[in-house]
């Protein structure tokens, strides 16, 4: 297996706090890099995890379920709840998605969604996307939506969406969306107007089924889908931060 030139995993050691950073569907790590090291800075340790399927070859990922991603999540969190005193899980996209599952089923101390969808957008060919995936096995990505193209240059992630792949991704977010109640721990949500991708709809419709105390969604102004990279991710990972130090229960320090 080969991964895609700077897409592997990654892990930065430091403090007793640790932080999952978990990427979005057809990307890769790198797209939570940057925003791991922001936070190893601050001593938090951080587990940039690949999710199955991801990185390797388009094909990889035809051949992926749903639970392949959640387990790829959870053999993250064993790794980490087995090191450390306390649990956050971030993630962009598909992978705020996966965090919030994890959030109502495994002892977490608080969730992030980034750019999270709730439902894919009405498309009426998604009804029969059970037969389609035979026929057609890969769909083309839209128009980017990034803010600044010069970041979007260093971006890795496969060029085209599997079918099948979408597939698992109505069953994992039906999945989401019916656990989304189970959540008693904070989470955190940031969204970016801009996002062409998933509409800023999806976060609010995400917020209004959190029964959690401890709830906030923040909007961005000048960013797209990728909010990890793109103009504001500053803003994103300030705010990440600060809901880091608002909800640990024990010193960054070593």
């Known amino acids: ?150 970041l979007a240059k260093d971006h890795r992630e496969y060029p085209a969406y599997p079918t099948a792949g979408i597939e698992q991704l109505m069953g994992l977010l039906a999945k989401m969306r019916q656990e989304l109640p189970l959540i008693r721990i904070p989470v955190l949500l940031i969204h970016s107007r801009q996002d062409r991708a998933v509409s800023p709809e999806n976060a609010i419709r995400i917020y209004e089924h959190l029964e959690t105390p401890e709830k906030k969604l923040i909007w961005l102004e000048n960013s797209g889908h990728v909010i990890t990279c793109d103009t504001d991710h500053p803003i994103v990972f300030h705010e990440i931060a600060t809901f880091l130090k608002t909800f640990s229960v024990v010193e960054t320090s070593s």
């Open 1 to 150: 297996m080969v991964l895609m030139s700077e897409a592997q995993p990654f892990f930065f050691p430091r403090g007793r706090t640790a932080c999952l950073l978990i990427h979005g569907f057809t990307g890769t790590p790198k797209e939570m890099r940057k925003l791991g090291e922001y936070l190893a800075d601050l001593n938090y340790t951080v587990l940039g995890i690949r999710l199955a399927g991801h990185a390797t070859r388009l094909e990889d990922l035809m051949r992926c379920r749903w639970e392949d991603w959640l387990a790829s999540v959870e053999d993250g969190l064993a790794l980490l709840h087995a090191n450390y005193d306390q649990v956050f899980a971030i993630g962009l996209s598909m992978g705020g998605v996966l965090a919030l599952l994890a959030a109502a089923n495994y002892p977490l101390h608080g969730a992030v969604g980034l750019s999270t969808p709730y439902d894919l957008p009405h498309d009426w060919r998604l009804r029969f996307i059970r037969w389609l995936k035979h026929l057609l096995p890969t769909v083309p990505k839209g128009t980017p939506d990034w803010h600044n193209p010069a």
